[in-house]
């Protein structure tokens, strides 16, 4: 069956991550700092301030309760906060942002969580990544950043310790990037991380101990989003020069330019690249990207020369139309951008319910 388009999330600003991680629900974040949950019969359950900033990811965390989930965001204001979510469509109850993640002198670009919810790593513009734990503290582990006494004694007025976010210190810091981390996530072990940016690298790393412990270069490709297959051998990569390319992680580490196992030609810059999920009747060779023309591509890593299938988004609507971010699970993907959000039914999986 060729894609279908199962439904559209209205935004009134640009939607810069999205989620479908959880089962009847879709997460976004948006420039406008705020989260929003929806069902799948298109209902607004929250709408949720969070950061100051514009929002540049957002992922679930790990559940707190039957009704509750822990969300991560990311953000241009510096930081990443993490936010107690209540996912209950019949008894909504106030959500809490209960930590906030300091570490970054430039705006942070990504967000990630291991399977067990248990770690986070962050990435940013200041060639930074940091790995956090997800506990919230009982005190501040960074002190807080005016030094007026004045506005002290007004916080300790107006904020109990009990109340307000706690803010979080990270475990360690990554350091070897020499440009812009665009993204970090967990192996499927995890135990390690791979990481790509604006250095045109990607770079696996020793979580425990804090060390790159192998580096892909790839000269004048500097990489927009990565995202791991179902295997968790290789990596998919999308790069400025208008390719999504394949490498196997278990390359040995090289100064020279490392050849990619796969490169898959767009005809404009692909901005965001999904795996095909686990369990969703897909191949495990396929995936899915987005692009600033506004087109989704389907491929299949077995066929490098076009796509399987594409399709544009927003059409008709005015304005911009650039795909900012794409998740893929349950048989639907998520598309976030200039244009609000766009669900299409790709491959098997639970049915969106429309309205």
Same mark, same amino acid.
């Given at each position: ?25 879709? !997460? =976004?974040? *948006?420039? /406008?700092?705020? &989260?929003? $949950?929806? +069902?799948? %019969? ?6 949720? #301030? ?70 986070? !790593? =962050?990435? *940013?513009? /200041?060639?930074? &990544?940091? $790995?956090? +734990?997800? %506990? ?6 960074? #002190? ?212």
């Amino acid at each position: 069956m060729p894609p279908q388009r199962m439904t559209s999330l209205p935004h009134e600003d640009w939607v810069s991550s999205i989620s479908c991680q959880e089962p009847g629900l879709f !997460l =976004t974040g *948006s420039y /406008d700092g705020n &989260i929003r $949950l929806f +069902d799948y %019969s298109q209902t607004l359950l929250q709408t949720i #301030p969070v950061q100051s900033a514009a929002i540049t990811s957002v992922a679930y965390v790990k559940k707190t309760n039957k009704d509750t989930q822990l969300v991560a965001t990311a953000s241009h204001d510096l930081t990443a906060k993490l936010t107690e979510v209540s996912i209950s469509p019949s008894d909504p109850s106030p959500s809490r942002v209960l930590a906030s993640l300091h570490l970054h002198t430039g705006p942070l670009t990504a967000i990630s969580t291991n399977a067990a919810g248990s770690h986070l !790593l =962050t990435s *940013s513009t /200041d060639e930074l &990544i940091g $790995l956090w +734990d997800t %506990s919230i503290p009982d005190y501040d582990e960074v #002190p807080p950043d005016d030094a007026s006494s004045e506005r002290k004694k007004r916080r300790k007025l107006d904020d109990s310790q009990e109340s307000r976010a706690k803010r979080k210190a990270p475990i360690s810091v990554l350091k070897s990037h020499t440009a812009r981390v665009s993204k970090a996530v967990f192996t499927k072990d995890n135990t390690n991380a791979v990481s790509a940016g604006f250095d045109s690298t990607v770079r696996t790393w020793d979580v425990e101990n804090g060390v790159c412990t192998n580096t892909i270069t790839a000269p004048a490709k500097p990489f927009l989003d990565i995202a791991l297959p179902v295997t968790g051998q290789t990596i998919l990569a999308a790069s400025t020069d208008r390719t999504v390319s394949q490498y196997d992680l278990r390359a040995a580490s090289s100064s020279a330019a490392t050849p990619s196992i796969a490169s898959l030609p767009h005809p404009a810059t692909p901005s965001c690249v999904a795996a095909s999920p686990v369990g969703s009747g897909s191949s495990e060779h396929q995936l899915v990207t987005g692009a600033y023309d506004g087109s989704v591509r389907l491929w299949d890593l077995r066929s490098e020369k076009s796509a399987v299938t594409s399709f544009k988004v927003w059409e008709g609507r005015a304005g911009g139309k650039k795909i900012l971010s794409i998740d893929w699970a349950f048989g639907m993907v998520g598309i976030g951008g200039e244009g609000g959000v766009e669900v299409w039914r790709i491959g098997e999986g639970d049915r969106l319910q429309s309205s």
